[in-house]
């Protein structure tokens, strides 16, 4: 491995340094180490449903923060955005007219109005770019998951979040369920042993359609590529990353913590398109086999078909007992019943942790430790297991569109760049791949492979 | 671990119908209950590839024996099977062989009704259950290729065959070659014997290569639907099961093996079709599946069949104590745990655990008609294309298909009788979710 190509080695470096900080709270000092208790202006990019979400949390996590500035490629979401926000949080809103930006470039004039923080929640495929900018213009930042749809993105995001840290910047990532305290005790208990060494994970995100795609005649003759593909984000691997990298990411995320954000060897997918989505290009399921240190391996199958088995559990195997997330979250060692038609049925009396501490809103959580650690002077950064979730992710996507196997380190330095070039919202021309046929050249040659 | 087989057997058949008891009371006690030194005739129905090497494996397991008939759909492969396997054992060829080489349909029929002692079964697997069916109620030996059957009343079918078989003292022997293959079998041995420890999660995976078949066979020189089918049986799951009942099913009956022949209680798949023409019928080309077992095991299997993808056979057993890892291709068997090495398969000082076991199958099975104790197998291949089928079907609907509902589906793709001139156009891929891939299984 070349010095100069980002590698697994590193991933694992980061992954234990950032564990042994996070555990022994020794943060090292940095410019802004110190509390603050000033008004946070909170600058807000990307304003649909989560980032609205997001906002709102944002405004609700401190009591000195003010929503300063929005960004939007859509006047009217933004507009709606802004009147939920307002009638929730009267009094924390003061995004005047010329704080409300229209455009693509609408986030670097966010990060140019004078704000502390930035929310990033547009479609993914921007998240790189915005992130970079934030990162450089000395921005707090909340950015929602995934943090990229390919891997120069990625390796983009990882040089941003080191940045980050340099400068002391807070960097929180929208996997949610790290901030959710059951899933922390769940994930701790394991790792400390609970049931043994783990063997396998299986992780389900059998679901329905998010936003599938219109077809041609619904395209206004006044968009441009871009604004079309924009406008249908979920739907283009270069905006929305695929099912597996936008949503089942949330899933991968697990098997990453599960794990200890220590990435895999590699990975083996199956997966396809099995209803016709217009001229969309992401898959509707796919399968993945993760391989990780000692054989362990972690596997994940995702689905967004309608009229089909849902399921969103996670199922793990050690080699002293069984844990898992559905139907709450259960530890069980050897007394485990044999249950006789539900196979995770297990015995009440017998060796079993099932989770009852309190719940409380994860997403509520991620802001108000977000703003705690700003203002104790001691900002979090999320970068390095962000970063391990969503190249996970993008790995299991690239081994099922291309056939491969494929190694962590073969997609860190994929060289399939999906960002459009020409980021015009009026006349910006773009062509996506068509979707992808695994083992043909127009699959596998983007990556750069030897 | 410790449930022992009887007792899942009979689960197994109660969960099917009352009627294969019925079926399976009272049928005579026949000849073979006893050593036997005859000269045995064997009919060959299905002369294809697999056909070929079965029949030549046949013809070397024993030395009284002889190719006494054959039946095939098509003339051409009738001819060519018999100049094919005429090289290989000109001794043991009936010299009348020829008037009893029947084409067509119902050529097996014919086949069983001329004085053989043994069939061997190796046409497109779509027939298997009507020519167990038809064997065993002729009181022959059986010999199977695997899978047993492509659809649930087929799986039905056959299982009440099996039952009959047993009364009756007859054999049915299967083609699921691991089994008879010394290095599968010693390890296996070990892992029901406990050296894993409890098991945990299974995992295996079929990837391979496309490898587009009948390139000489299309629309154009086929003159009916059937004809066309049959000339390229493996695309049509009616006829073949599709790849995951028909190929893969080999890594899955390794699963149940571990298991000790337990059919798992559900099965959750995705799966689709990539990249397959429009010649390549209505089967799919890749399947990733969740199988899980009433006592909480979990088992993971990928299939493919694309060119130029990874490609992988492999098996892995996770359980307490180790885990195992295996390609069975390359013979290769290892029990592992975090210390390193637990136990590594060899083939011990002379290779004397080295074996053939496309011949040891039939080695076994004469061996044992020789005896007087003819081997049954039929239970443990009827389990595992059960469960190959839970899992095709899982992906074809999108369900998750528990073993009762895959027993007593209602699909039928299966005809009960067919015929070349019949009506019968290719069925549509099926997508998951939808009325046309789940109504014909009577599911609510």
Not at chain 2, 69 to 96: M, N, T, V, W
Request: hydrophobic share 35%; aromatic share 10%; charged share 25%.
């Amino acid at each position: 491995m070349k010095n100069d190509t980002p590698n697994r080695r590193e991933f694992i470096k980061a992954g234990s340094t950032a564990a042994v900080a996070a555990s022994t709270l020794s943060f090292p000092t940095v410019t802004f180490g110190k509390p603050d208790s000033r008004k946070l202006k909170i600058g807000f990019i990307g304003c649909g449903g989560r980032g609205t979400g997001a906002a709102n949390q944002a405004l609700a996590a401190d009591s000195n923060v003010e929503l300063w500035a929005m960004g939007e490629v859509s006047e009217a979401r933004l507009k709606s955005s802004l009147t939920n926000i307002s009638k929730r949080k009267p009094g924390m809103v003061n995004v005047d007219k010329k704080r409300q930006f229209i455009g693509l470039d609408a986030y670097k004039k966010v990060l140019d109005s004078g704000v502390d923080l930035v929310i990033l929640t547009t479609p993914p495929g921007f998240r790189p770019l915005h992130f970079k900018a934030a990162v450089e213009a000395g921005k707090h930042i909340f950015l929602e998951k995934p943090m990229a749809t390919d891997a120069p993105g990625l390796r983009s995001v990882m040089e941003s979040y080191k940045l980050a840290e340099k400068k002391g910047l807070a960097v929180v990532a929208g996997f949610c369920w790290r901030y959710d305290p059951g899933r922390r005790e769940f994930f701790k208990r394991i790792a400390d042993g609970a049931i043994g060494d783990v063997q396998s994970m299986y992780a389900t995100y059998y679901t329905g359609p998010v936003k599938p795609m219109p077809p041609d005649n619904k395209r206004d003759e006044e968009w441009s590529d871009i604004e079309w593909q924009v406008r249908n984000w979920y739907n283009f691997a270069w905006c929305g990353g695929d099912g597996l990298v936008e949503q089942a990411v949330h899933s991968v995320d697990k098997i990453s913590w599960l794990f200890g954000d220590v990435p895999p060897h590699s990975c083996v997918a199956v997966g396809g398109r099995q209803r016709p989505n217009n001229s969309g290009n992401i898959w509707d399921h796919i399968e993945v086999n993760y391989l990780f240190d000692q054989g362990a391996r972690g596997f994940l199958g995702q689905r967004q078909i309608p009229g089909c088995h849902g399921e969103n559990n996670d199922y793990i195997h050690g080699t002293k007992g069984r844990a898992q997330i559905g139907g709450g979250l259960i530890i069980t060692g050897k007394d485990a019943i044999k249950g006789e038609t539900n196979n995770w049925t297990y015995n009440p009396n017998g060796d079993l942790w099932r989770y009852t501490g309190p719940g409380g809103n994860m997403y509520q959580i991620e802001h108000d430790e977000l703003f705690a650690s700003i203002r104790d002077g001691h900002p979090i950064n999320n970068g390095a297991r962000m970063c391990n979730a969503t190249m996970m992710a993008l790995m299991g996507r690239i081994a099922g569109y291309t056939g491969k196997q494929v190694t962590w380190d073969m997609a860190l330095n994929s060289k399939q760049d999906l960002f459009p070039k020409d980021q015009n919202w009026e006349t910006g021309k773009h062509t996506p791949p068509a979707e992808a046929i695994p083992g043909t050249k127009e699959a596998i040659a983007p990556h750069g492979w030897a | 671990m410790s449930k022992h087989t009887d007792s899942t057997r009979r689960d197994f058949i109660k969960a099917s119908t009352a009627t294969a008891g019925a079926a399976a009371i009272a049928f005579p006690n026949v000849t073979f209950g006893k050593p036997n030194s005859a000269k045995l005739k064997i009919g060959w129905i299905g002369c294809g590839g697999r056909g070929s090497g079965a029949i030549n494996q046949a013809l070397a397991a024993d030395s009284n024996i002889e190719l006494h008939a054959i039946g095939e759909a098509f003339q051409d492969k009738a001819e060519a099977g018999l100049e094919r396997i005429k090289k290989y054992h000109p001794g043991k060829i009936s010299e009348s062989v020829k008037k009893r080489m029947f084409v067509g349909i119902d050529a097996y029929q014919k086949v069983i009704d001329s004085g053989v002692d043994v069939v061997l079964l190796a046409t497109p697997p779509g027939f298997r259950p009507q020519h167990i069916k038809a064997a065993v109620d002729a009181g022959k030996h059986v010999f199977a290729e695997k899978p047993m059957a492509t659809d649930a009343p087929g799986v039905q079918s056959v299982m009440q065959s099996i039952e009959k078989a047993k009364k009756q003292g007859t054999s049915i022997v299967d083609g699921f070659v691991w089994r008879w293959t010394y290095a599968q079998r010693d390890t296996y041995e070990k892992i029901l014997g406990g050296d894993l420890g409890d098991l945990q999660a299974i995992y295996s995976s079929y990837n391979n290569n496309a490898r587009k078949r009948y390139v000489d066979w299309n629309r154009e020189n086929t003159k009916t639907d059937v004809e066309y089918m049959l000339r390229r049986w493996y695309y049509f799951t009616w006829l073949s099961g599709d790849h995951i009942v028909e190929q893969a099913v080999h890594s899955i009956d390794k699963m149940l093996w571990a298991k000790n022949d337990e059919v798992p209680a559900y099965a959750v798949a995705n799966g689709g079709r990539q990249n397959r023409g429009e010649e390549e019928g209505n089967i799919y080309d890749h399947f990733g599946v969740e199988f899980a077992w009433a006592d909480g095991t979990q088992g993971y299997h990928f299939s493919r069949q694309m060119d130029n993808c990874e490609n992988g056979v492999w098996d892995r057993v996770y359980g307490s104590k180790g885990k195992y890892t295996g390609e069975s291709g390359r013979k290769l068997h290892v029990f592992s745990n975090k210390d390193g090495l637990m136990w590594r398969w060899n083939a011990g000082p002379n290779g004397e655990r080295s074996n053939n076991g496309y011949q040891t199958e039939h080695d076994e099975m004469y061996a044992a008609i020789r005896d007087g104790k003819p081997l049954n197998t039929g239970e443990r291949m009827i389990k595992t294309t059960l469960t190959a089928m839970m899992a095709r079907t899982a992906a074809y609907t999108g369900k998750k298909v528990t073993k009762e509902m895959m027993l007593n589906s209602k699909e039928q793709l299966v005809p009960d009788k067919i015929s070349f001139d019949m009506q019968f156009p290719p069925r549509a891929v099926r997508h998951a979710g939808r009325d046309e891939a789940i109504k014909p299984h009577g599911w609510s």
